[in-house]
């Protein structure tokens, strides 16, 4: 379980950065297909929907990323790496992704996006770092009632 744990630590923030980067190389018509579709769908505009996905991956990047961090190091874990080195790596890729979509045809970068993504990573990030620590006071308490009882 371990070996499945370990790897599952390296492999989903790659799948998340694979995913990011196959939306962006997707041309500006057929991003706009996509992002219309899911748009009606959830009764939002489009430009609503297009933000809502930046924040919805980058969210699932930033807390894949504190996960493989503390697989780094379990034993020192947690310290300020669970927050800041996941944060920098989600801020450089959701800036190498704007770079990426000037790339691509009917696409465009802006830096409004890198802030976003940036907050969405950090938004994972917390998430990750509330469930690790609501985890890990659960056990101390389970352990001392274990003890007292």
Same mark, same amino acid.
């Given at each position: ?8 630590? %390296?492999?989903?923030? !790659?799948?998340?950065?694979? /995913? %990011? ?11 706009? %297909? ?12 489009? *430009? ?6 930046? %924040?919805? $991956?980058? *969210?699932?990047? *930033? ?20 927050? !800041?080195?996941? $944060? ?5 890729? *959701? +800036? ?32 990750? /770092? +509330? ?8 056990? !101390? ?9």
């Amino acid at each position: 379980m371990q070996f499945i744990k370990r790897w599952w630590r %390296i492999i989903f923030p !790659i799948i998340i950065a694979v /995913i %990011i980067w196959g939306f962006s190389a997707q041309s500006g018509d057929a991003s706009d %297909i996509q992002s219309l579709y899911f748009a009606q769908l959830l009764g939002l505009t489009n *430009g609503v929907t297009r933000k809502l996905a930046h %924040i919805f $991956l980058f *969210g699932l990047f *930033g807390y894949s990323l504190s996960s493989f961090t503390k697989g780094l190091h379990p034993e020192t874990y947690p310290t300020h790496s669970m927050l !800041i080195y996941p $944060l920098i790596v989600a801020t450089v890729y *959701g +800036a190498i992704d704007e770079v990426h979509q000037l790339t691509v045809a009917g696409r465009s970068g802006t830096v409004g996006d890198v802030f976003i993504d940036t907050l969405a990573g950090l938004s994972g990030i917390l998430v990750y /770092i +509330a469930i690790f620590c609501f985890w890990r006071l659960l056990r !101390i308490s389970i352990a001392y009632n274990k003890a007292n009882h």
